[in-house]
């Protein structure tokens, strides 16, 4: 079991409301990234967050945005929700940037988003 | 355009025997290739990797072949355990400035008794 929590585990939202998912990191990790997987498909690079600061986005619109506060824990806001947006969202925590965030990142369990 | 794909959605081995998992990438920058093991309600959790340097990597039952002029990679898990049933996703990842993973869409692995 990984010490990455990821809250709440299960959502239903209405389209055009706004969704606030929220990943507590590993001990000791200062970098959280964020997954969009859509059913049957692999996760999707969102945005990632190297000590509080925004250090890289995929090709998502600005709609999706995200915090990393002081104890590295970090949030993922999506406004103006659409169906397509229905999907696992995974966080993912890292002690650092580099190879880290592959070979010793920790994935959370994910926060199942339903929009309907 | 997807970069990495893995082109079969399930497969049934039998315990016991070699299972083998195949991933094709586009890009030839990507620096490192990954695999990642993903049971029902659990995230996804780092299985091994290879350079891009290499053309090998093992690690116990797990072994990871890369081979770049085909732009190809697999994974050869030996021998099959119940334990390893579960969805593989191959990624890769060029390292610079955000270091994101690109994933495939996954294999299922379903080990037979």
């Known amino acids: 079991e990984t010490g990455v929590t990821q809250s709440p585990t299960h959502l239903i939202k209405t389209r055009g409301q706004q969704v606030t998912l929220r990943c507590s990191s590993q001990s000791g990790h200062n970098t959280v990234s964020w997954y969009q997987q859509a059913l049957g498909q692999g996760p999707q690079f969102i945005f990632q967050y190297y000590r509080e600061e925004e250090n890289g986005r995929g090709n998502f619109p600005p709609r999706f945005s995200g915090l990393q506060f002081p104890n590295y824990s970090s949030e993922l806001n999506v406004n103006a929700l659409e169906l397509d947006d229905s999907a696992l969202y995974l966080c993912a925590s890292s002690p650092g940037l580099g190879s880290k965030v592959y070979t010793e990142a920790f994935f959370g369990q994910g926060t199942r988003l339903t929009v309907v | ?113």
């Open chain 2, 1 to 113: 355009d997807q970069q990495v794909k893995q082109n079969s959605p399930s497969l049934s081995v039998q315990e016991g025997r070699i299972s083998i998992l195949n991933c094709d990438y586009t890009n030839s920058m990507f620096d490192y290739f990954l695999w990642y093991k993903k049971y029902p309600a659990e995230g996804p959790t780092f299985l091994i990797s290879i350079s891009s340097i290499k053309d090998k990597n093992e690690d116990g039952r797990f072994t990871v072949f890369l081979n770049k002029s085909a732009k190809h990679l697999s994974l050869h898990i030996v021998p099959s355990q119940p334990g390893d049933s579960a969805v593989y996703f191959c990624a890769a990842s060029v390292l610079d400035r955000d270091d994101k993973i690109i994933f495939g869409k996954g294999t299922r692995l379903h080990i037979l008794p």
